[in-house]
């Protein structure tokens, strides 16, 4: 493990080739990619960021991915304009009103499944932030209440089969330590040779 400064992540993204250079920045649920990825989207001087939670719901925790493919992923690959309806957690229904989504010189995919098989290869980079699995379920029930700790369960069984069947990690460019306490700002710890998600 090493610590990283996020502005040479940065110059590495915005080093890549191509018009809009789509990064993915996956991990289980509590692994800590909302906060990575707003630190690595201040460092590149704000960019648009797509969410997974936008296209997951409750019945479909992992397998939302043909939507964001169609929706998303393809039109901004060809440097066309972009729309989708977030899920309302809440509501637990799609939004009415579609999110627009730009091309644009970087964008970030935060998420779960942000680097899927189906798209993977496409990504400027794919970066997996990896936590241990009792932390993961502490912070979402620290987040969401303890009446929600069934809900975590069956989100952390499709989140297995999700990283047991496409091995995310393994094609990662960049693995980020989000266990690790925050390092100072604008730093990161990378983790080197890892062999299997925590």
Not at 35 to 52: C, K, S, Y
Not at 61 to 77: F, Q
Not at 93 to 112: Q, S
Request: glycine residues 8%.
């Amino acid at each position: 493990m090493t610590t990283r400064r996020l502005a040479d992540l940065a110059a590495d993204i915005r080093a890549q080739p191509g018009p809009v250079r789509l990064v993915g920045i996956d991990g289980c649920g509590g692994a800590g990619k909302t906060t990575f990825v707003t630190h690595l989207g201040n460092a590149l001087g704000g960019v648009q960021i797509i969410h997974t939670d936008d296209f997951a719901s409750h019945d479909e925790p992992t397998e939302w991915w043909p939507r964001m493919l169609h929706d998303v992923i393809d039109p901004l690959l060809r440097g066309e304009s972009a729309s989708y309806h977030p899920y309302d957690w809440v509501r637990r229904r799609f939004a009415d009103t579609p999110i627009a989504v730009e091309p644009a010189a970087v964008i970030l995919v935060e998420g779960v499944g942000a680097t899927r098989r189906a798209w993977r290869e496409q990504l400027a980079m794919r970066i997996w932030v990896d936590c241990p699995r009792a932390l993961r379920l502490a912070r979402g029930i620290e987040r969401d209440g303890e009446e929600l700790r069934e809900f975590w369960h069956h989100w952390m069984t499709a989140e297995d089969a999700y990283v047991a069947d496409e091995r995310p990690f393994a094609a990662a460019d960049v693995i980020v330590d989000g266990a690790s306490p925050s390092p100072a700002e604008g730093e990161y710890v990378e983790l080197l040779g890892l062999t299997a998600p925590r």
